[in-house]
């Protein structure tokens, strides 16, 4: 395969990379499958084809489709080309990819010559983003979580050619989409188009609006704005990001505990928030012994989870 032809879309989860696949994917000449094809390369290392351990039921469907492939001996880079071989018969368009937020290093083994868009947003809204649908439990542990991800995307680029590498903000790409995306056509090889706005028509997202981008505070209370930036605040002021606080405050050994176990009992109450705490209890039964024993609460999880998603 010319991996030439091949097109990912990299960053942090909740950095605005769904809107930026669907724009492209409406390209006559692109297509960008989803980030459940990013969870399925990290099925791949594990090894875990047990599908009903995963408690996202989207993610399930895909690893129970490509399941032969994640238990057989393959070397993983071998097993992402076949992945990439089947989504090539999915689509006649020229150029394919994946929305991913990790693994990088590993499709850049399989394929040398793709080329990558680095899709960057400020960490604050990004954090609110990650709880809101359950992510994370707390800012401390969202902001570690966008920083890892920036990390990652640096150690790709020092792998790869200049050439092969374009970097864009989510704040340019919707307060200047027309600009941006002429940019990124032209890093692909393609004619922009107006049809990349089609996906308005198919889907329930709406046209980019750069409303509240700037924003510093991003409704988010001061004190996980401290949080945010205390950990990512270098980094933020290298995209040139402007700080509300100025001091940097690093947690001893009592506070990273503290908010581990904020984090965990957060994150686990946003749950039984969104769904209640018994179907809740009853999902974890189903994931920890690999059995639907509670058809009905697997059930009322997909139909919660597909409606959040529209």
């Known amino acids: 395969m010319h991996n030439g032809k091949l097109v990912f879309i990299i960053g942090s989860e909740r950095s605005g990379s769904t809107l930026l696949r669907l724009l492209l994917s409406h390209h006559p000449q692109v297509y960008i499958f989803s980030d459940s094809y990013d969870f399925l390369i990290s099925s791949l290392l594990k090894k875990d084809s047990d599908s009903l351990r995963i408690f996202n039921p989207f993610y399930r469907k895909i690893i129970v489709r490509f399941r032969n492939l994640i238990k057989s001996s393959t070397q993983p880079s071998e097993k992402i080309k076949k992945i990439i071989a089947i989504c090539r018969k999915e689509t006649n368009k020229q150029y394919i990819g994946i929305q991913m937020h990790r693994n990088y290093k590993l499709v850049n083994m399989a394929f040398p010559r793709a080329k990558y868009i680095h899709l960057v947003r400020d960490p604050r809204p990004v954090c609110k983003s990650m709880i809101k649908f359950r992510w994370c439990g707390n800012y401390y542990y969202a902001a570690k979580k966008w920083l890892t991800s920036i990390s990652e995307v640096k150690n790709l680029q020092e792998a790869i050619l200049n050439e092969n590498f374009l970097e864009i903000k989510y704040e340019k790409l919707v307060s200047k989409t027309k600009?941006?995306?002429?940019?990124?056509?032209?890093?692909?090889?393609?004619?922009?188009?107006?049809?990349?706005?089609?996906?308005?028509?198919?889907?329930?997202?709406?046209?980019?609006?750069?409303?509240?981008?700037?924003?510093?505070?991003?409704?988010?209370?001061?004190?996980?704005?401290?949080?945010?930036?205390?950990?990512t605040g270098e980094t933020m002021q290298s995209y040139g990001y402007t700080l509300v606080h100025s001091q940097i405050w690093k947690p001893h050994f009592c506070g990273k505990f503290y908010l581990w176990l904020d984090n965990r009992i957060k994150r686990f109450l946003l749950h039984v928030r969104f769904i209640g705490i018994t179907t809740y209890l009853r999902i974890k039964v189903n994931q920890i012994l690999g059995v639907v024993i509670f058809r009905k609460a697997d059930k009322k999880y997909t139909k919660k989870i597909s409606a959040e998603i529209k």
Request: hydrophobic residues 30%.
């Open 179 to 231: 600009d941006v995306l002429n940019k990124i056509c032209k890093f692909i090889g393609i004619a922009y188009t107006d049809e990349m706005f089609d996906y308005t028509k198919y889907t329930t997202y709406s046209y980019p609006s750069a409303e509240n981008v700037n924003n510093r505070n991003h409704s988010i209370s001061k004190k996980d704005i401290y949080l945010v930036e205390s950990i």
